[in-house]
């Protein structure tokens, strides 16, 4: 049973940067990849970025290029997401999931979640 644990989110100012982790247990060779999605009170859950294992293709929401950066340790099972000039509308619960799809379109395994604050 995959297991996916969220770290590193907090309370930080608009313009500064926070790097979420999500360290993966229990993965099989059937996952291909991993994303970050994100949800702010009374919205929709978004994508915001995901990753390949292997070869590492990475794949963006418009509204966080050239800010967000997703990254992987295959060693450790661990996707990160280093988050650079944020804005309050960023703040959200940030949740990453693992993927069984090729296509990294539908993800079957989530983490509990964890709280990104930007204060204006």
């Given amino acids: 049973q995959v297991q996916l644990v969220e770290s590193g989110g907090g309370l930080v100012q608009a313009g500064g940067s926070l790097r979420l982790s999500c360290a993966a247990s229990g993965r099989t060779f059937s996952t291909y990849g991993m994303g970050w999605f994100r949800q702010a ?10 990753i390949r294992w292997s070869g590492g293709s990475t794949y963006y929401a418009d509204s966080v290029k050239g800010r967000f950066t997703i990254s992987k340790d295959n060693v450790r099972n661990t996707v990160y997401l280093q988050m650079n000039s944020l804005k309050p509308a960023d703040t959200a619960v940030y949740y990453c999931a693992e993927s069984r799809d090729l296509q990294l379109r539908e993800y079957d395994y989530w983490g509990q979640g964890t709280q990104v604050t930007v204060s204006s």
């Fill in 41 to 50: 009170p009374g919205k929709e859950r978004e994508f915001v970025a995901a």
